[in-house]
């Protein structure tokens, strides 16, 4: 079932096109993990979702409902995570859950969702005396308090240590565990990666693809990279005239072999016969780090704890 459907979303702002003809789908019970660089649009689009921005043309429809023409109905099946900035200093924990209940016609439990991120014992205690993680699975109680089907995650761990980064993680796919889809706006390809069922990279407004996170970095490059030192001569040709073998570098005693298909056991076959032992040999691994810079031709780039980019 389609838990999500954007359609050709267009939007701008004077003579800025924020988004430009963008399509994707979000099957329920998918994390959707959407990436691109800064001002790529990416929050214009999460925001038209959630029908806090009108689009220009194209359609939006969350669980079958526009989030425009059906404002309260999508309000009340989307749960979106507040930015740090909306809370008072001095409000508790428990009293932002009441706040944000009463909201809704049947808004969640609140102990069972303070039981579940973990925030029970910090039910007392004052928003500017949690740390950066409490912080954090805070906002995603606050997002999930309405009994949401879809909850939007944007820039979720930016200035969480790494410790307290994947305890969200885990925190994030417990909820999906519990039937909530998620579409998660991140920086962190790590994140992503780890986090999300299929990813959508826009760039200049536009969707650059969609894939799963594996295929993604099967897209961006064929390549492979084995690395490996050797304790004696080498004659390069041995691996030279390899057919999956498109490139040889040495550095010293160090070797640097680039291919394609099954390069690593073509590079061990070849070394086996010529009856030499590699030593520290690896395979360098792509990553979406790498997709990324394939398909948008730029490094990603990490936001500093106080950056809130909006696209």
Request: charged share 30%; net charge negative; glycine share 8%.
């Amino acid at each position: 079932m389609t838990a999500l459907e954007v359609r050709n979303l267009h939007k701008r702002y004077g003579r800025h096109i924020a988004v430009d003809d963008v399509s994707f789908t979000v099957e329920e019970g998918e994390i959707f993990g959407i990436i691109g660089p800064n001002g790529a649009g990416k929050t214009t689009t999460v925001e038209c979702v959630a029908g806090l921005r009108t689009p220009d043309s194209g359609s939006v429809s969350v669980l079958g409902l526009d989030p425009v023409k059906d404002r309260a109905e999508v309000r009340e099946r989307l749960g979106v995570q507040p930015q740090e900035s909306g809370f008072p200093d001095a409000i508790k924990v428990a009293e932002a859950l009441e706040l944000y209940s009463s909201f809704y016609r049947d808004p969640a439990d609140r102990r069972e969702l303070l039981e579940l991120l973990g925030l029970t014992e910090k039910r007392d205690t004052r928003y500017k005396a949690l740390s950066g993680g409490q912080k954090q699975r805070l906002s995603i109680a606050l997002a999930l308090v309405g009994n949401p089907k879809v909850a939007i995650l944007d820039e979720l761990t930016t200035g969480l240590d790494p410790q307290a980064r994947r305890d969200t993680w885990t925190l994030v796919e417990q909820v999906r565990d519990t039937g909530v889809t998620i579409l998660l706006v991140t920086h962190f390809m790590d994140e992503a990666e780890r986090l999300s069922d299929r990813i959508a990279v826009i760039d200049g407004g536009r969707v650059a693809a969609v894939d799963t996170p594996a295929g993604l970095i099967a897209r961006s490059s064929a390549e492979q990279q084995v690395r490996f030192r050797v304790s004696q001569p080498l004659d390069r040709s041995v691996l030279t005239g390899l057919p999956d073998v498109t490139g040889v570098e040495i550095t010293d005693d160090r070797w640097l072999v680039t291919g394609r298909g099954q390069l690593l056991s073509s590079v061990a076959g070849a070394l086996a016969r010529a009856q030499v032992v590699a030593e520290e040999l690896r395979v360098d691994q792509r990553n979406l780090d790498d997709a990324f810079v394939a398909f948008t031709g730029r490094a990603p780039q990490t936001p500093e704890p106080s950056d809130r980019t909006v696209d």
